[in-house]
Nanobody
Framework: QLDLVESGGGLVQAGDSLRLSCVAS???????????MGWFRQAPGKERDFVTA????????AYADSVKGRFTISRDNAKNSVYLQMNMLKPEDTAVYYCAALLVDSDSNRRDPGKYNYWGQGAQVTVST
């Protein structure tokens, strides 16, 4: 059992930066470093979309085309944490951002929200013009 808590959301202007954090508490079972970690986002009235993911060891990352070159995912297994650095934010980045843990890591699984095992409660990011 993995409990995930996001933080760092807020209201910013277009062009600003924001850093989201997600801290995992391991209630039982596998430790944090057994999981690949992903970030997804969901805007009002839309589906939950893949943003980025990172392998358990932090050596392999994947990004949605819409955020490549602007967003960076990283993790610190010693702190049971994963981060999302968001630069050059745009109004279309406005959404609730969720971190999630993935036990069975693969290129396809990373982009599929249905494959993730645990989810955080979400953090609101609002980008104004």
């Amino acid at each position: 059992q993995l409990d995930l808590v996001e933080s760092g959301g807020g209201l910013v202007q277009a062009g600003d930066s924001l850093r989201l954090s997600c801290v995992a508490s391991v209630a039982s079972g596998r430790t944090f470093d057994h999981y690949a970690m992903g970030w997804f986002r969901q805007a009002p009235g839309k589906e939950r979309d893949f943003v980025t993911a990172i392998s358990w060891g932090g050596l392999s990352m994947a990004y949605a085309d819409s955020v490549k070159g602007r967003f960076t995912i990283s993790r610190d297994n010693a702190k049971n944490s994963v981060y999302l650095q968001m630069n050059m934010l745009k109004p279309e980045d406005t959404a609730v951002y969720y971190c999630a843990a993935l036990l069975v890591d693969s290129d396809s699984n990373r982009r599929d929200p249905g494959k993730y095992n645990y989810w955080g409660q979400g953090a609101q990011v609002t980008v104004s013009t």
